[in-house]
């Protein structure tokens, strides 16, 4: 009998144990219990990545799973490496911590009957996450990216108010039209190559591309998926459906589909551009170039709306499209200490953002649900735990030294010298996105420890939730120790990226 690796089974069932707990939570009434449950999965599959990325690095080597034995051109396939299983383990984190610290919003905010519906949808779209980090297939990744859609809706209607609903209706409507770019091309993809798998398919476009067959529909191919995706992620232009979505939604739901959705997305784009459509036909299809462009766009873009913002979770919101400019002028970058920057900067940004609408949330509900940064004065006084949280966040995505923000910008300066052409262009842009950073969450520091004027109210005290403090706490270690202790991550990026390849 053939010896079966069980380190092989674990995408599998991480996957498989995110949507089985979404199948058996609608038989739990009780909201406290649904998310008893779903901490606990998140918690397993945390452990579950851990030791996958510990086999993985220690073996040097990728595997595939193949699920139910079909074989190519229809079969479906689950990868994981070093870069997988990272961001496998990254989500279970951030989501464990978003969740658990962000609880009391969900209760408070959502009513009792609706609770455990939510955890459905959260189970259903951390499940999803970890599909799109794993497939090896692209029909998969498309059934995912629409669970992943749904989900997302769910949680920001979740609180049920009217301004949630128009959120989620244009958060709908702009994601439906990723989707439909995305289903466009991958229908012409496979009309083409005749192939689901990544490696197949590769092979097929790069034959394509030697005989110069279908240079045409594969260029408007390439362009459908990844304008598809980019639309997906919110890159500038295509961000308008964020501020209004996280404005309205619960600021757990904000955290996570901030720190995390987005960022599956993006993940997924990367390794389209390795494993199937290669960094050579990108670069001669230009498609790479106007994901740069729109990179740098983005950066400077939602900077300048950020700072036009007076409500602070839209500032957050905006500061999202600028960070996720980052991420995209990095992987037009197209060289492999460039992608090592856009994939540590979505580490960056998962375990600082979530942070950031964690500690918003909390001071705005401190605050008596005001959220005129005007009206956050003195907030971070009355909960210093709330407040220290939100100011490392800040100065990480400034790029303070010391948190983890700086070090994916300094490896987006070093990435740029061996870009040449494109060096002066990130230089310049990324210094003026530096300074835009500063300029918006610097004076948002400054007034929520402002002291308030009005007799007594500057010394009242809120209490803190003890999982509130722990997680963000926690948060806090985590941006300070990816910031001091970078380079094992940055290796294990490294190594995903050559396997990759």
Same mark, same amino acid.
């Given at each position: 009998?053939?010896?079966?690796?069980?380190?092989?089974?674990?995408?599998?069932?991480?996957?498989?144990?995110?949507?089985?707990? *979404?199948?058996?939570?609608?038989?739990?009434? $009780?909201?406290?219990? +649904?998310?008893?449950?779903? !901490?606990? #999965?998140? &918690? =397993?599959?945390?452990?579950?990545?851990?030791?996958?990325?510990?086999?993985?690095?220690?073996?040097?080597?990728?595997?595939?799973?193949?699920? *139910?034995?079909?074989?190519?051109?229809?079969? $479906?396939?689950?990868? +994981?490496?070093?870069?997988? !299983?990272? #961001?496998? &383990? =990254?989500?279970?984190?951030?989501?464990?911590?978003?969740?658990?610290?962000?609880?009391?919003?969900?209760?408070?905010?959502?009513?009792?009957?609706?609770?455990?519906?939510?955890?459905?949808?959260?189970?259903?779209?951390?499940?999803?996450?970890? !599909?799109?980090?794993?497939?090896?297939?692209?029909?998969?990744?498309?059934?995912?990216?629409?669970?992943?859609?749904?989900?997302?809706?769910?949680?920001?209607?979740?609180?049920?108010?009217?301004?949630?609903?128009?959120?989620?209706?244009?958060?709908?409507?702009?994601?439906?039209?990723?989707?439909?770019?995305?289903?466009?091309?991958?229908?012409?993809?496979?009309?083409?190559?005749?192939?689901?798998?990544?490696?197949?398919?590769?092979?097929?476009?790069?034959?394509?591309?030697?005989?110069?067959?279908?240079?045409?529909?594969?260029?408007?191919?390439?362009?459908?998926?990844?304008?598809?995706?980019?639309?997906?992620?919110?890159?500038?232009?295509?961000?308008?459906?964020?501020?209004?979505?996280?404005?309205?939604?619960?600021?757990?739901?904000?955290?996570?589909?901030?720190?995390?959705?987005?960022?599956?997305?993006?993940?997924?784009?990367?390794?389209?551009?390795?494993?199937?459509?290669?960094?050579?036909?990108?670069?001669?299809?230009?498609?790479?170039?106007?994901?740069?462009?729109?990179?740098?766009?983005?950066?400077?873009?939602?900077?300048?709306?950020?700072?036009?913002?007076?409500?602070?979770?839209?500032?957050?919101?905006?500061?999202?499209?600028?960070?996720?400019?980052?991420?995209?002028?990095?992987?037009?970058?197209?060289?492999?200490?460039?992608?090592?920057?856009?994939?540590?900067?979505?580490?960056?940004?998962?375990?600082?953002?979530?942070?950031?609408?964690?500690?918003?949330?909390?001071?705005?509900?401190?605050?008596?649900?005001?959220?005129?940064?005007?009206?956050?004065?003195?907030?971070?006084?009355?909960?210093?735990?709330?407040?220290?949280?939100?100011?490392?966040?800040?100065?990480?995505?400034?790029?303070?030294?010391?948190?983890?923000?700086?070090?994916?910008?300094?490896?987006?300066?070093?990435?740029?010298?061996?870009?040449?052409?494109?060096?002066?262009?990130?230089?310049?842009?990324?210094?003026?996105?530096?300074?835009?950073?500063?300029?918006?969450?610097?004076?948002?520091?400054?007034?929520?420890?402002?002291?308030?004027?009005?007799?007594?109210?500057?010394?009242?005290?809120?209490?803190?939730?003890?999982?509130?403090?722990?997680?963000?706490?926690?948060?806090?270690?985590?941006?300070?120790?990816?910031?001091?202790?970078?380079?094992?991550?940055?290796?294990?990026?490294?190594?995903?990226?050559?396997?990759?390849?």
């Amino acid at each position: 009998m053939e010896h079966v690796n069980w380190i092989h089974n674990i995408p599998f069932f991480s996957i498989f144990l995110a949507m089985f707990c *979404g199948i058996i939570t609608p038989l739990i009434k $009780n909201g406290k219990t +649904a998310y008893k449950v779903h !901490a606990l #999965m998140v &918690l =397993i599959v945390a452990i579950m990545s851990a030791i996958l990325l510990v086999n993985v690095t220690t073996t040097g080597e990728s595997f595939t799973f193949m699920m *139910g034995h079909f074989p190519a051109p229809w079969g $479906n396939e689950l990868r +994981a490496g070093p870069l997988e !299983a990272m #961001m496998a &383990l =990254i989500f279970s984190v951030v989501m464990l911590l978003t969740t658990t610290g962000g609880q009391e919003f969900i209760f408070h905010d959502i009513v009792p009957e609706k609770q455990s519906f939510y955890f459905i949808m959260l189970n259903a779209l951390f499940g999803s996450m970890l !599909a799109l980090a794993y497939t090896n297939d692209i029909f998969t990744a498309y059934v995912f990216i629409e669970i992943l859609t749904i989900a997302s809706c769910a949680l920001i209607m979740a609180k049920g108010t009217a301004q949630a609903m128009v959120g989620t209706t244009h958060y709908l409507v702009i994601s439906l039209l990723g989707s439909g770019t995305i289903l466009l091309g991958i229908s012409i993809l496979y009309s083409i190559t005749g192939h689901l798998l990544f490696p197949q398919m590769k092979e097929a476009i790069v034959e394509l591309v030697a005989t110069g067959q279908y240079t045409f529909p594969l260029l408007v191919v390439t362009g459908f998926v990844f304008i598809g995706l980019a639309i997906k992620s919110a890159l500038f232009p295509f961000h308008s459906m964020l501020p209004g979505a996280y404005q309205a939604a619960v600021p757990t739901s904000s955290g996570v589909l901030s720190g995390l959705v987005l960022k599956s997305y993006i993940f997924l784009a990367i390794k389209l551009i390795y494993s199937v459509f290669s960094v050579d036909v990108m670069l001669q299809l230009k498609i790479i170039d106007i994901l740069f462009v729109f990179g740098l766009a983005g950066m400077v873009m939602g900077s300048v709306y950020a700072m036009r913002e007076t409500r602070m979770k839209r500032m957050l919101a905006y500061s999202s499209v600028a960070q996720i400019g980052y991420i995209y002028m990095g992987i037009g970058m197209s060289t492999r200490i460039a992608m090592v920057a856009a994939c540590f900067h979505i580490l960056a940004h998962a375990v600082t953002k979530s942070m950031l609408f964690l500690c918003c949330g909390q001071m705005v509900q401190d605050s008596g649900g005001k959220e005129q940064i005007y009206y956050l004065r003195g907030a971070a006084r009355r909960n210093p735990v709330a407040g220290i949280g939100f100011t490392v966040g800040a100065l990480s995505m400034v790029g303070v030294p010391l948190f983890v923000g700086f070090i994916s910008k300094l490896y987006f300066a070093t990435a740029s010298v061996y870009s040449p052409g494109k060096m002066a262009a990130v230089l310049i842009v990324l210094g003026i996105s530096m300074i835009l950073n500063a300029m918006y969450f610097l004076p948002s520091v400054i007034a929520i420890w402002t002291p308030v004027k009005t007799e007594g109210e500057e010394q009242t005290r809120v209490s803190v939730s003890p999982a509130f403090g722990v997680c963000i706490i926690l948060f806090v270690l985590i941006n300070i120790a990816l910031g001091v202790y970078y380079r094992p991550f940055i290796e294990v990026i490294e190594r995903g990226i050559i396997l990759l390849q």
